[in-house]
């Protein structure tokens, strides 16, 4: 992380979303804001709020409940030189706006070749942990990270949100800003005043270890800290990869710490058929698999609609003892 201002403010994750694009359309008159109940609501979580009553309805607006004008919407404004950050209220709301985003969202740079660039952030809360209505705690970033020409960060941390958001909004290619629903309020974090970045593409080694490899990202973060405490007393050492963003993606640090500790555990609340983490279990296969001492484990979601409402999504998402559960299995071969 790049940072160009101290001191540091202990913020929610939520809070630091807000304050990073305030800080964004302080900076920029090119960066406009909107989307459903983002103006003057503030957003169903209050991320954009009192950004419109600061900057006005013309920069912070509110749409209709219709994702694919909203990213359609996006993809103009971005063509035309501004830097549209969208709101989709909820990841699962995203499908009505594939056509968009498949067919032209990251298509434009090879489409142009080259001339044009698109600007463009598309943020959305994703994933479970308290309990939402069916639609609401989808995690698709795989779908979004199999479109060529799009980006995909998920933050686990308010510092981590804050400054992969104001990246992402510099950033001259579309980004998908995706930020897990049970983060907002329930972590906290000193996160530094002031404008600075985290670079996309740059992974984090969340605790070290020499035994077993865990890597996540988002709301898994934190379940996957819980399972690497739990190891630490039966002298099992994990080492905790945070990836930060999917696309790109940091396999540097992921493979070096696999090939020291020959073991990994993916852990990720996607369904488990053809989600990302078969794609990072794929690339340690490729990358680094004269150096397992073990198969590879993930930890996942359920090949079913997540579960609204009802206590069945403890067993769906991804517990500590699940995870510890793997990383046990790992350290029996």
């Known amino acids: 992380m790049t940072a160009t201002a101290t001191p540091t403010k202990t913020m929610t994750m939520v809070a630091a979303i807000n304050d990073a694009l305030a800080l964004a359309l302080e900076a920029d008159e090119t960066v406009h804001v909107f989307g459903e109940d983002v103006g003057v609501m503030g957003g169903v979580f209050r991320a954009t709020d009192g950004l419109q009553a600061r900057f006005g ?8 409940l219709a994702e694919a004008g909203i990213v359609g919407m996006g993809i103009g404004m971005g063509l035309a030189g501004l830097k549209p950050v969208a709101e989709i209220q909820f990841a699962g709301f995203l499908y009505p706006a594939l056509d968009q985003v498949l067919s032209h ?24 942990g308290v309990h939402t209505p069916e639609q609401h705690a989808d995690s698709p970033e795989a779908i979004l990270a199999h479109t060529p020409g799009v980006k995909v960060v998920i933050p686990s941390t308010p510092a981590d949100a804050k400054g992969l958001l104001l990246a992402a909004i510099q950033d001259p290619d579309p980004v998908f800003f995706l930020e897990a629903i049970k983060l907002y309020r329930s972590v906290k974090g000193e996160v530094p005043e002031g404008h600075y970045t985290v670079p996309l593409g740059q992974a984090r080694v969340v605790t070290q270890g020499d035994d077993v490899t865990v890597i996540c990202y988002g ?39 696999v090939r020291k500790t020959g073991r990994a555990v993916v852990v990720s609340e996607a369904p488990r058929t053809n989600g990302f983490h078969s794609e990072i279990s794929a690339t340690i296969a490729e990358e680094a698999i004269d150096f397992l001492r073990a198969p590879i484990r993930r930890v996942t979601g359920f090949d079913a609609p997540y579960p609204p409402f009802t206590s069945v999504e403890d067993v769906y998402r991804p517990s500590p003892v699940r995870v510890a559960r793997a990383i046990r299995e790992v350290m029996g071969y």
Not at 111 to 123: A, N, S
């Open 219 to 257: 709301g898994m973060v934190e379940v996957a800290q819980k399972a690497a405490e739990a190891a630490r007393p039966h002298g099992i050492g994990v080492e905790v990869i945070d990836l930060r963003t999917l696309v790109p993606l940091d396999t540097e640090t992921v493979l070096a710490s």
């Open 57 to 64: 309805a013309e920069r912070v607006f509110d749409t209709p």
């Open 105 to 128: 969202l990251g298509r434009y740079r090879h489409r142009t070749r080259g001339r044009y660039h698109l600007p463009m952030v598309i943020r959305a809360p994703y994933g479970g």
